[in-house]
């Protein structure tokens, strides 16, 4: 049974740091292709970052510079590092393994004073 799932999200205060961590089980995970997504309220589901199963990155212009995607393959786990947090950053995070369609159930990142 594929699963995914997501732990390290909360309340943080603007500029400030998490890191999210996504564990996958049930399938080949140093093979397959990760993604973080988001989707604030109202808005849709959006690619955060993107590492594939050589560790190569990308990002969305809205995170650049401010978010780092890694993966441990040793411990099955894809971490998002998000510094220099704003609010419009707010949003549930999804964990993804593209090449199987798989989604993690999502955690709640708030960003606010």
């Known amino acids: 049974q594929v699963q995914l799932v997501e732990s390290g999200g909360g309340l943080v205060q603007p500029g400030g740091s998490l890191r999210l961590s996504c564990v996958g089980s049930?399938?080949?995970?140093?093979?397959?292709?990760m993604r973080w997504y988001r989707q604030a309220p109202g808005k849709e589901r959006e690619m955060v970052a993107h590492?594939?199963?050589?560790?190569?990155?990308d990002y969305a212009d809205s995170v650049k510079g401010r978010f780092t995607i890694s993966r441990s393959n040793a411990k099955n786990t894809v971490y998002l590092q998000m510094n220099s947090l704003k609010p419009e950053d707010t949003a549930v995070y999804y964990c993804?393994?593209?090449?199987?369609?798989?989604w993690g159930q999502g955690i709640q990142v708030t960003v606010s004073s």
């Open positions: 590492i594939n199963s050589d560790g190569i990155t």
């Open positions: 993804y393994a593209w090449s199987g369609g798989y």
């Open positions: 049930g399938f080949a995970f140093d093979r397959f292709t």
